[in-house]
Nanobody
Framework: QVQLVESGGGLVQAGGSLRLSCAASGRTFSHYVMGWFRQAPGKEREFVAGISTYGDRTNYADSAKGRFTISRVNANNTVYLQMNSLKPEDTAVYYC?????????????????WGQGTQVTVSS
């Protein structure tokens, strides 16, 4: 089992920035593709960004391109999501997820492990 714990969420004004962190347990962090998803009230969970096992490939939702950056430090078992130029529509619970398929998927059901989420609220 892989345990994931997100942190770094909070309240920020539109145009501001936040950096989310996801700390993973275990010694096999580098074996997993990591992704960030978000879910707003009344909406389905959606893909935000993904990163390959060693960080050589990334993928972003159109809504995140140019504003968000996903990265990972395998030695620290940590994946990050730097979010800049935040908009009110970015308000959601953000989830860190891991999959063992070695592909970056935009589908939530392809991921094996999930954190509990961290709330991001962007005020207008």
């Amino acid at each position: 089992q892989v345990q994931l714990v997100e942190s770094g969420g909070g309240l920020v004004q539109a145009g501001g920035s936040l950096r989310l962190s996801c700390a993973a347990s275990g010694r096999t962090f580098s074996h997993y593709v990591m992704g960030w998803f978000r879910q707003a009230p009344g909406k389905e969970r959606e893909f935000v960004a993904g990163i390959s096992t060693y960080g050589d490939r990334t993928n972003y939702a159109d809504s995140a391109k140019g504003r968000f950056t996903i990265s990972r430090v395998n030695a620290n078992n940590t994946v990050y999501l730097q979010m800049n130029s935040l908009k009110p529509e970015d308000t959601a619970v953000y989830y860190c997820a891991a999959n063992s398929l070695y592909t970056i998927s935009t589908r939530a059901n392809r991921y094996d492990y999930w954190g509990q989420g961290t709330q991001v609220t962007v005020s207008s």
